[in-house]
């Protein structure tokens, strides 16, 4: 059976699953036994990053090695690598090129602006030393498209892809956090390529559910129902972070699975929606963002999703390391948790299900507050 390759952009079709390479970095044999499982299934689309410790030097030694054996997939690699927003422009040039050195690669396909999480990264992305960057890696024949990854605010992303100067963007897109679904999908009809950033980690650390999540989508395991969501609505590609080859097992069954919801996929997808409603009750957070802006700037719906997870599913040790990361990842998660709520009333009216905002907070703290866990390019 032809594996199925998605338009990513205007740059070369890749395959629905992305080969991340931010867990295959113990070492260059680690990554070679990632690379290898990945091509023998179907994937052509690599994506790495200078902040991923040693994965670009690596995987430009495993392609290298695998390719003198004769292992390549049809058309060559699609490879995707990242710089972060905000250097000069001298800096950012000998940046790239370091990319290149260490992939062994005279040009990439795709390079992404890593972070496009504030105005100020956008602002450098299009007229600062940003855009007279990117502008100069195309002129050299460098890189043959330019995106952006953004864990930023929906708004800051709909201001990028309206700007007309990206071909590409990941985003963070998954079951249970569909906010910026939507603007995905109007990207995808203007001809940008989606990348769903980390749908099984980011996700929910869906690899290891809950047993009510896991009895909910019997038949299927939770991370397939959830990455069959992401490709049923068209997204170009979603991003797996293997560390070893049995990583891939389950991507592996769903390379051709990229069509539409079937009827029990459906069916079990209500039954996931029904459980938290149910678990929840009347203290369901309908994620509809009545209650912002605060005037103390609490990250109401971000907070309460995670509740929803947490009470809705038993995804807490998920639910807990997001939670324990605010305010310890700069610009790359929230800054304030749900301490910062003073219990002013002012959502209180605005959120149609009546809910006691500032109580969940309160009780929500004390239930998941923790010693944060160390992230993998700390």
Not at 71 to 84: C, D, E, Q
Not at 128 to 157: C, P, R, Y
Request: hydrophobic share 40%.
């Amino acid at each position: 059976m032809k594996t199925i390759r998605r338009p990513f952009g205007k740059g070369k079709a890749i395959s629905v699953f992305t080969l991340g390479t931010m867990r295959a970095i113990n070492s260059s044999e680690a990554m070679d036994l990632v690379v290898k499982k990945a091509l023998d299934i179907g994937i052509n689309h690599l994506e790495t990053a200078p902040a991923y410790g040693p994965a670009e030097r690596f995987l430009g030694l495993s392609i290298k090695r695998l390719e003198r054996e004769g292992f390549i997939p049809k058309g060559g690699w699609v490879i995707t690598s990242k710089i972060l927003p905000g250097l000069k422009l001298d800096e950012g040039k000998k940046q790239i090129k370091n990319i290149l050195s260490r992939l062994e690669k005279a040009k990439i396909e795709n390079l992404a602006v890593h972070g496009l999480n504030l105005p100020e990264h956008l602002t450098w992305a299009l007229n600062g030393d940003g855009a007279v960057l990117l502008k100069w890696a195309k002129e050299e024949n460098l890189v043959e498209q330019i995106g952006f990854s953004s864990h930023g605010k929906t708004s800051l992303i709909e201001e990028a892809l309206a700007s007309n100067h990206f071909q590409f963007c990941s985003l963070h897109l998954h079951l249970f956090d569909q906010e910026r679904l939507p603007i995905a999908l109007t990207a995808l009809k203007e001809g940008i390529g989606v990348m769903a950033i980390s749908p099984a980690d980011k996700g929910g650390h869906l690899y290891a559910p809950s047993q009510i999540l896991t009895d909910a989508c019997e038949p299927f395991h939770p991370l397939e129902i959830a990455y069959r969501f992401l490709l049923a609505q068209g997204i170009s590609t979603l991003t797996v972070g293997a560390k070893n080859p049995s990583d891939l097992m389950l991507v592996k069954k769903l390379m051709n699975a990229g069509g539409p919801l079937n009827p029990l996929e459906k069916k079990v997808l209500k039954k996931v929606q029904k459980q938290g409603e149910i678990r929840l009750g009347e203290s369901l957070c309908g994620q509809c963002r009545e209650c912002i802006p605060c005037p103390n700037n609490v990250p109401i719906p971000e907070l309460l999703r995670l509740r929803n997870l947490a009470v809705g599913h038993e995804l807490v040790t998920f639910a807990k390391e997001r939670y324990n990361l605010i305010g310890r990842a700069g610009h790359w998660w929230e800054q304030l948790n749900c301490t910062a709520c003073k219990k002013c009333g002012e959502c209180l009216p605005r959120c149609p299900n009546h809910l006691a905002i500032p109580d969940l907070l309160e009780e929500m703290h004390y239930q998941l507050v923790d010693n944060p866990k160390r992230r993998l390019w700390d």
